[in-house]
Structures are given as C-alpha cells and as structure tokens.
C-alpha cells in the first residue's frame, strides 16, 4: 500500500498552482515530475564532484566517474543486464533507437526487410525509414485492430527470412497498450531477426528483465522514470554491440588516433563519444533507486485502480469515446468528446490547472486508424490521485457544456 502523503511531499511541483487552481498533473506519458531527492542529486554534484570523466587522474575526476560507472551499474541490476558493458548513457529513447538504426546500415542490402508496428511513436518510424532509403531495404508494418492490439496473426505471416530487425514498444505512449514482446522476441529469433524494444512508455511503470526478455536491444528515457532531461539508456547484447560501428565519432570513443587509421575502444564506449551528461547519468541512478524504494509491484497495482477508476468515470460521460481498449493496458487514458476538438477541450481544462496532452502524441499512423486529428490523453502515475481524477472528469463536463 502506497503512502501517497507521504510520496506526493517528494515531489515539491505538486504542491503549485496553476492559473490559481491546483495542479493535477496528468501528462506523465510525457515527461515524470521529479522527487526532491533527485533535485537535490544534481545540485549535489555540481556543488561537490563536477570534473570531466575518465582518463583524470585527478581526485575529483575519479570521484566523478566512480559516481557515473556506479550509477551504470545500478541501471544494470535494475534491467538485468548480463554486463555493465552492455548498458549505453544516451540523451534518450530516440538517440538509443537511431545508434541501431545508423548501425544497421551497414548490415542491411536490397531486399532485406525491417518490421516496425502500427503502434509506434513518430521516432521509431522516422529512423527506419530512412535505414530503409539509405540501404534499399522495404519497411513492413504490423497491423492493429479496433482495440489497439497487434494482430498477431498478421505479424507471424510478415516475418520471413527476409526479416532482419523486428522494432515495436513495450508500452504504446497514445493508447496505453502493453505489447506481448516476449513471445513476440522468441518468434522474430525463429527466423534470425534482430529486436529492439522502445521500453520509453514501460519503464515507468514495471521492471524489464532484458534477459528473460531475450531482446536484443532495449531502450527507455530518463525524464520519464522520475530522472533528469537529455538522458537515457540502449542496452544492447554484447555480441550485437560489438557487431555494430559506432554511432558517432569523437573523443572517448577511441583506442588509438592517427591519419593513417583509428581503433574505437571497448565496450561501452564505443557507442559514448564526447562528453557526457554526466551529472545526468549519476542522477539517473537516483531516480531508479527511487522507484525501487516504493517498488514496482505497488506502483503496478496502485496505477491499474488509477486506471479503471479513471475508465468508469470517463464513460459515464456522453459522447465520450476511449481510444485503445486492449486487454493488457496500463495507466493511459486517450480520449474524445463526439463534435468537439481536443485541443479545446484541453485549453479549457489547462485553466482549471489540468495537464493533459492533446493531438497525435507523435503517433500519427494511430490517429489516421481512427481517422481523428488527434485525442486528448490522460496518463497517470503513482503520484496522482483519485481525488485528481474526479477534478479532472468534472472539468471535461464542465468544456463539454461549454464548448455543444
């Protein structure tokens, strides 16, 4: 059983008002808020450990990266990696997705094809599509139905041997769908395709375990698991790691320089050139440690009651459709009001200090589905409240009256 007083303190945001009501904070699919403990982490370094990583000889420089290679190893443990090796800082989801991305180039010939879903958000297309201009190889699309469910059935007919990366999420941002990855990893390995799951909408939410998972490359973001901005995760298999060429050339990238040839370093920092965000990737660490101190069982169940409470009241409205109904769904909601735009309805309620998100949430092929311009989405995290959702529910009666 959750605390929420005393988890709702943590977060020093949820107590401001906006337009002089109280915030209710539902664009978590977005971006999380922020605990003090994390907060006061990035103060922390700056104030005491701030110096360039790795290769210093210096005090503060070997503090820094023992601080960075821990929380490495935090991240680890917390995905289940085989080796800290094989856990990748990046900026973000889409920096994970385009370093396999720009690597496949070099694997991929005419003919070969690349599966992505019908599910995925704008930058697990866009990266593909243009592997698939660059290299001649044909994008194939796994089809949804009417719940926002993949079509399994549909999905097994386009692998082949022709297949050689399968790219889907874990956890669909604009409808709330959770993807069964695992039997759909075991499949795309029956026929020698590589997968990469975008795990940027799940990590909120559960723990993945990346080996009994079996994929073979994982990516997530830090701002939205209670982490700071510009960071984030690619956990690759080591052997695909080592398969791939770097993804960007510079400084701690390198073995050895010269005009005549270069030599690129082990595993990780292959695929980590320049200087990174350093006091991101520590604070990172801080995060999880976070989530792992309230534990992901209960934030499971408590957003699943979030879930259905927020579900019952919103269909009690008329006129109120819900878009993504599968069975396996976690705490989103996406949503219309028949004759109105959600961009109004979402205007109207930001001024009664409601946070929502309206439009595509960069999912347009989900919306060209439904033949909509967009939705307005709901999404819930361990923080919020059923207080919050009644506030919410009165306010979109209260647009909808306003806007018929």
Known sequence: MLDLQK??????????????????????????QKPQVVIDAIAQYYQEINANIHRGVHTLSQLATDAYEVSRGKIQNHINAKHAHEVIFTSGTTHGINAVANGFASLLKVGDEVLVSALEHHSNIVPWQMLCERTGATLKVIPMNEKGELIQSE??????????????????????????????????????????????????????????????FYVFSGHKICGPTGTGILYGKEDWLRKLPPYQGGGEMIATVSFEKTTYADLPHKFEAGTPNIAGGIVLGTAVDYLN????????????????????????????KIYGTAEQKTSVISFNIEGIHPYDIGTII???????????????????????????????????????????????????????
Do not use: W
Not at 7 to 29: E, H, M, T, W
Not at 358 to 384: E, L, V, W
């Open 155 to 216: 999905y097994d007919k386009l692998l082949s041997d022709k297949t050689k990366i399968v790219t889907v999420n874990h956890i669909s941002n604009a409808l709330g769908t959770i993807n069964p990855i695992k039997e759909m990893i075991a499949k795309a390995h029956q026929v020698g395709a590589a997968v990469l799951i975008d795990g940027a909408q799940a990590t909120p939410h559960l723990k993945p375990d990346v080996q009994d998972l079996d994929c073979d």
């Open 7 to 32: 988890i709702r303190a943590d977060f020093p945001i949820l107590s401001q008002k906006v337009n002089g009501k109280p915030l209710v904070y539902f664009d978590n699919g977005a971006t999380s």
């Open 350 to 404: 930001d001024k009664l200090g409601i946070a929502v998100r309206t439009g595509h949430h960069c999912a347009q092929p989900i919306m060209d589905y439904f033949k909509i311009p967009g939705t307005i989405r709901a999404s819930f995290a361990f923080y919020n409240t059923k207080e919050e959702i009644d506030v919410m529910v009165e306010a979109v009666k209260k647009a909808k009256m306003m806007l018929s």
């Open 293 to 320: 101190s309230i534990g992901f069982d209960n934030i499971a169940q408590y957003e699943h009651e979030l879930l259905a409470y927020a579900t019952e009241k919103l269909s009690a409205i008329d006129g109120l």
